[in-house]
Nanobody, 121 residues
Framework: QVQLVESGGGLVQPGGSLRLSCAASGRIFSINTMGWYRQAPGKQRELVAEITSVGSTNYPNAVKGRFTISRDNAKNTVYLQMNSLNPEDTAVYYC???????????????WGQGTQVTVSS
């Protein structure tokens, strides 16, 4: 099993910044993808950013240029630096880790408990 613990959410004014952290523990394989998703009230959960174990990143257009994902493999920790926040970024942010037990097997996803990010004046 894998456990994910997020931290760093909170209330921030429009234009401000926040940094989220997610520490993973348990049975973690060296090849995995870690990422952040968010879910606003009444909306589906959506990808915010993801990063592979070798550092390849992926961002949707909505956050590209404003958010930066990074990871420390030695600490099994992923970070999300969020700049130029706007009210549309308000959501619960969830940490995700996806890995395969072996090649040609399905990816297993693990989720954190979520952390609230509220952007408001």
């Amino acid at each position: 099993q894998v456990q994910l613990v997020e931290s760093g959410g909170g209330l921030v004014q429009p234009g401000g910044s926040l940094r989220l952290s997610c520490a993973a523990s348990g049975r973690i394989f060296s090849i995995n993808t870690m990422g952040w998703y968010r879910q606003a009230p009444g909306k589906q959960r959506e990808l915010v950013a993801e990063i592979t174990s070798v550092g390849s990143t992926n961002y949707p257009n909505a956050v590209k240029g404003r958010f930066t994902i990074s990871r420390d493999n030695a600490k099994n920790t992923v970070y999300l630096q969020m700049n130029s926040l706007n009210p549309e970024d308000t959501a619960v942010y969830y940490c995700n880790l996806g890995q395969r037990v072996a090649l040609m097997t399905p990816t297993i996803h693990y989720w954190g408990q979520g952390t609230q990010v509220t952007v408001s004046s």
